[in-house]
């Protein structure tokens, strides 16, 4: 079992920038693609960014794309998701997760291991 904790959320004005983390209970992660998704109130959860074992393939949702970055750090076992250029409708819960293999891409069934959340407010 792999435990995954996610931290950095917070209220932010829009426009400005947010910066997640997600540590990994184990090292074996390292060997898998990691992922970010968010589900808002009265919505379904939605893929946001994944990157695969080595950290040289993303993949972001068009809504996201130029604005968040996704990046990882398997000597710390960590994942990261960066926002910059905040939007009032990227307000949500954020989860990262681990994917069955060397990368998840986003589909949400792909994913074995998943964190608690973290929440993220934009205010306009």
């Known amino acids: 079992q792999v435990q995954l904790v996610e931290s950095g959320g917070g209220l932010v004005q829009a426009g400005g920038s947010l910066k997640l983390s997600c540590t990994a209970s184990r090292r074996t992660s390292t060997n898998n693609g990691m992922g970010w998704f968010r589900q808002a109130p009265g919505k379904e959860r939605e893929f946001v960014a994944a990157i695969n074992w080595k950290g040289d393939t993303t993949d972001y949702t068009d809504s996201v794309k130029g604005r968040f970055s996704i990046s990882r750090d398997n000597v710390k076992g960590s994942v990261y998701l960066q926002m910059n250029n905040l939007k009032p409708e990227d307000t949500a819960v954020y989860y990262c997760?681990?994917?069955?293999?060397?990368?998840?891409?986003?589909?949400?069934?792909?994913?074995?291991?998943w964190g608690q959340g973290t929440q993220v407010t934009v205010s306009s």
């Open positions: 997760a681990t994917a069955r293999s060397v990368y998840g891409g986003t589909r949400g069934m792909n994913y074995q291991y």
